[in-house]
């Protein structure tokens, strides 16, 4: 079965940074993208970024733009992870993070995969900014 588990969440100030994980099993990793989304109390889901598989070589990589310049993504498919490295937190980016991957046989759409396509969600993680 795919699983998904993002963890890493917790309640910081504002400036600092934070980690996240997603940690993956039960389909060909190095293949797929993993997107990252997040959605806050009272508001629609949004798009934080995505990377590709193998890396991101394939250049569809993407991030949004509230978070460009502030949030990384990386992978390592040794471990099938994928981190959201978020620095200069704010408080708008408070929300619970979730972590995706598109369906089977969809890995060719990399980062182009429309939301639609990610079929495969973890159950979130809770970050909270404070200033």
């Known amino acids: 079965d795919v699983q998904l588990q993002a963890s890493g969440g917790g309640k910081v100030q504002t400036g600092v940074s934070l980690r996240l994980s997603c940690a993956a099993s039960?389909?060909?990793?190095?293949?797929?993208?993993i997107g990252w989304f997040r959605q806050a109390p009272g508001k629609e889901r949004e798009g934080v970024g995505c990377?590709?598989?193998?890396?991101?070589?394939?250049?569809?990589?993407w991030y949004g733009d509230s978070v460009k310049g502030r949030f990384t993504i990386s992978r390592d498919d040794a471990d099938n992870t994928v981190y959201l490295q978020m620095n200069s937190l704010k408080l708008e980016d408070t929300a619970v993070y979730y972590c995706?991957?598109?369906?089977?046989?969809?890995?060719?759409?990399?980062?182009?995969?429309?939301?639609?396509?990610?079929?495969?969600w973890g159950q979130g993680t809770l970050v909270t900014v404070s200033s």
């Open positions: 995706a991957t598109p369906r089977a046989g969809a890995s060719a759409y990399g980062c182009h995969a429309p939301i639609e396509l990610y079929a495969y």
């Open positions: 990377i590709s598989g193998s890396d991101g070589s394939d250049g569809s990589s």
């Open positions: 039960g389909f060909p990793f190095d293949d797929y993208a």
